[in-house]
Nanobody, 119 residues
Framework: QVQLVESGGGLAQAGESLRLSCAAS????????LGWYRQAPGKEREFVAV???????NYADSVKGRFTISRNDVKRTVDLQMNSLKPEDTAIYYC?????????????WGQGTQVTVSA
């Protein structure tokens, strides 16, 4: 089982950048698809981005071209570089580790980190 701890959230103005990082502990990280989800106030949790151990990535349409997900299985981290932030990106961001044989949104979750973007 993988445990996850996020860091790097905070306050930003529209157009600025933030970088989120998630540290993963546990065995066989290469068996997991790592990803980021977010939940805005009053809304359901939604998919943001995922990356497989092969390096294959997938993004939500709302963040394509602005966010970049990366992973380092040696350092056991998965990062989310967020550029050109918008107020609608305000949410709690959660790191996820999903065994590759399960469909989303299965797996383990971090505790979340708050991102707030002002206009």
């Amino acid at each position: 089982q993988v445990q996850l701890v996020e860091s790097g959230g905070g306050l930003a103005q529209a157009g600025e950048s933030l970088r989120l990082s998630c540290a993963a502990s546990g065995r066989n990280l290469s068996l997991y698809v790592l990803g980021w989800y977010r939940q805005a106030p009053g809304k359901e949790r939604e998919f943001v981005a995922v990356i497989a151990s092969s390096g294959s990535r997938n993004y939500a349409d709302s963040v394509k071209g602005r966010f970049t997900i990366s992973r380092n299985d040696v350092k056991r981290t998965v990062d989310l570089q967020m550029n050109s932030l918008k107020p609608e990106d305000t949410a709690i961001y959660y790191c996820n580790a999903r065994p590759r044989w399960l469909n989303p949104p299965a797996g383990q979750w971090g505790q979340g980190t708050q991102v707030t973007v002002s206009a």
